[in-house]
């Protein structure tokens, strides 16, 4: 399968936590996450243009949080024009933005490389925007168990 996010071609990181070991890869994250993200979980600022064409708008940081919590690595940040960053991940050489798309074709402008780290405790004081990652992580928690129930039934088990 072709992916559009950058990186994509070597996000093959394995998990490192073992509670998401079902999630092989940020590839198969993000495959889970579109259809997750959502307006709830897009940034209050852009929600009004936030739709399915376009799901990953406004969902940078709270992905970029939620799969550091998966595979590891840090989380950096692209200063955009209006002060804030676009967060991406870096696991070793492994470079990939889960929520580049949401940029369409400025995405190829966005240079991932000399950017700083980005911490979830200057990110998270803002109340709604630990409460979005909250709520995805979640949803994403619940969409895996459910799965594994299903996996259960079908097996016998």
């Known amino acids: 399968m072709e992916y559009h996010f950058y990186g994509w071609e070597t996000a093959a990181v394995p998990p490192a936590d073992k509670h998401y070991a079902k999630i092989r890869s940020p590839r198969e994250l993000y ?9 709830d979980t897009c940034a209050p600022r ?14 940078c940081s709270i992905t970029a949080f939620l799969a550091q919590d998966i595979f590891g690595g840090q ?30 074709d400025e995405a190829k402008e966005l ?27 979640r949803t994403l928690e619940e969409k895996l168990a459910q799965e594994q129930k299903t996996w259960k039934a079908g097996t016998g088990e």
């Open 31 to 39: 495959d889970l996450l579109s259809e997750l993200w959502c307006a």
């Open 75 to 104: 989380v950096y940040g692209i200063l955009r024009p209006d002060g804030s960053y676009h967060c991406y991940n870096v696991i070793g050489d492994c470079c990939f933005d889960l929520t580049s798309e949401q940029f369409g």
């Open 111 to 137: 240079v991932y490389e000399g950017n700083p780290e980005q911490f979830r405790e200057v990110h998270f004081a803002k109340e709604e925007k630990r409460l979005r990652y909250e709520y995805l992580k």
């Open 46 to 59: 852009m929600r009004a243009d936030w739709s399915p064409e376009n799901r990953t708008l406004g969902q």
